[in-house]
């Protein structure tokens, strides 16, 4: 996990958005969308999670829009900074990634089955009984996707031999 040493508007805390720039940062790597960083506020000595929300490339430069998540301690940021180990244990970094794909593959399954349901009304007699908005199927895709994830740790934690 990368971290992006900034100071910290008032504007930007307001609206948790932020553009950087790659050669600015003087990063070692390119940094992929959907990516999780630590922020860290030298100014006010302040440490937050963040997302590359977008990638924009030109001749010169990369910039990135991070999106501002919750604010962490110092202990939590140098947690979330440590490289991965052959400890046999997940990193935070780690778990929040995890979390992460969990996550994206929700909002992923989630426009699919809407997508999918069509401009059905929610009276029409082409819908299966039960699978509108309030009927079981988001509890069934919640359960699924519960399980799903936590067997991803599972085998996250097996594959480091845990």
Known sequence: MEQIVVPLSPFTRRSRSLAVSH?????????????????????????????VADVE????????????????????????????GDSGHLTTGEIVALLAGSRRSERDIST??????????????????????NGPCPQILRTVLGRSARFRVRCARQSLGD
């Open 57 to 84: 490339f030109d001749l010169t430069d990369t910039s990135y829009r991070l999106e501002v998540g919750g604010r962490i301690t110092a202990a939590e940021a140098d947690e979330w900074l440590e490289p991965s």
């Open 112 to 133: 699919a089955l809407a997508e999918s349901a069509g401009p059905l009304s929610a009276g029409s007699s082409d819908r299966p009984a039960g699978s509108g908005p």
């Open 23 to 51: 050669v600015e940062q003087g990063l070692i790597r390119g940094l992929e969308p959907g990516e999780h960083v630590v922020l860290h506020d030298p100014v006010a000595d302040e440490h937050f999670s963040a997302v």
